[in-house]
């Protein structure tokens, strides 16, 4: 990731980001939804438990009202009889209307075995309560026990029979009703662990994902910002070097340890290097320029090329100054001849007039 320029870089974080963000939308989508199919399948068992276990309480209620109908027949209080018999055929219809929205919530295997299981009892109760209702019809007719002659039928064994002959199938269907309220009732308390188990993995999920997003982001944001950040610190440290301590010339150890903060190749990187590479040329030229202050004109500078105006005005400046040094030898050695010149003739002159 380092050779890559600036924008690339950008790019790849916030890609980075945003697949970390669609992976938690994702999962978050995906928690919700299943979420709500569990909550939806909790509603369903629920509804269907409640639905059962108001059918067993109708049928309770069928109950007292088939003893009803006995205790008022036997005591002949017709409007009484009358009103339990209203009270059953309104349980009836209850029953009918509960049963057919428990249909809607079997679907697996075991729920509409039991609800058949239910559905047969319920039909062979309904015809075991006609006969029974036909039965209280036919003994309201018969004497009194206490009228009736020996062995003669009479009202209160005739009631009594028809009671223990319905008995029986209120009973299976009582015990049909039972189980399948009970296969509901567990099937909700599943279903609901089933869904906070879910919601708690999800959550667990969740929680992890945003923990790895936040360390991914921190550590990619270290990083870029390094990438960012480092070239400029090379740039200011040279520039700070130069401008405010006016140092040009840097040893290769103090070289080598700048140039790690600009090893990228982005155009941060790029720009940098360039700046020390600028820096490393003024140093090589303030040391030719030193050491010509110290008086070494015999230098090499090398030039980089005809722009090179720096290098190329020390090459100049030296030659011109080894060519001004060596008129001025050349005009030492002039006037030191004739100073020889002078003097040689001085001296003839002087013999001359010794000799005269």
């Known amino acids: 990731m380092k050779n890559m320029k600036i924008g690339k870089k950008l790019t790849v974080s916030f890609m980075l980001i945003l697949v970390l963000l669609a992976i938690v939308g994702g999962v978050g989508i995906f928690a919700t939804s299943q979420l709500n199919s569990q909550a939806s399948l909790l509603s369903d068992r629920a509804s269907a438990g409640i639905s059962s276990a108001r059918l067993g309480k109708i049928l309770q209620q069928q109950r007292v009202a088939v003893r009803g109908m006995s205790l ?18 309104t349980y ?45 019809a036919l003994a309201k007719d018969l004497p009194n026990k206490l009228i009736a002659s020996a062995g003669e039928p009479n009202m209160e064994d005739a009631l009594d029979d028809a009671l223990g002959v319905f008995g029986p199938f209120f009973d299976s269907y009582a015990t049909a009703i039972t189980k399948l309220a009970d296969f509901f009732d567990n ?3 599943e279903q609901a662990a089933a869904a906070a188990a879910l919601f708690t993995t999800v959550l667990i999920i969740l929680i992890a994902i945003i923990i790895i997003s936040v ?25 700070n070097e130069i401008g405010k301590k006016g140092r040009i010339k840097f ?27 600028v820096a490393r040329r003024l140093g090589v030229v303030g040391e030719s320029v030193d050491s010509v202050a110290q008086g070494d004109l015999t230098i090499n500078v090398n030039s980089l ?12 400046m030296v030659d011109n100054l080894n060519a001004m040094f060596g008129d001025i030898n050349v005009a030492t050695s002039e006037v030191s001849a004739g100073a020889g010149q002078i003097s040689n003739a001085s001296q003839a002159l002087s013999q001359g007039a010794t000799e005269q």
């Open 72 to 89: 008022y027949a036997v005591m002949h209080v017709e409007e009484d009889y009358k009103s339990n018999l209203a009270d059953l055929s």
């Open 92 to 136: 009836s219809t209850q029953a009918g209307e509960l049963i057919d929205k428990i249909d809607q919530f079997c679907v697996s295997d075991e729920s509409r075995a039991l609800f058949k299981d239910v559905s047969n009892e319920r039909e062979k109760y309904k015809n075991a309560l006609s006969a029974f209702e036909s039965s209280i």
């Open 187 to 189: 099937a909700s308390n």
């Open 215 to 239: 360390i991914v982001g921190v550590v990619l944001s270290r990083f870029i910002t390094s990438l960012i950040a480092n070239p400029a610190i090379y740039v200011s440290n040279i520039l």
């Open 251 to 277: 040893s290769d150890t103090e070289w080598a340890e700048q140039r790690k903060w600009a090893a990228g190749q982005d155009e941060l990187g790029i720009c940098a290097q360039s700046l020390g590479e």
């Open 305 to 316: 090329g005809s722009e090179d105006t720096i290098g190329n005005a020390v090459i100049a």
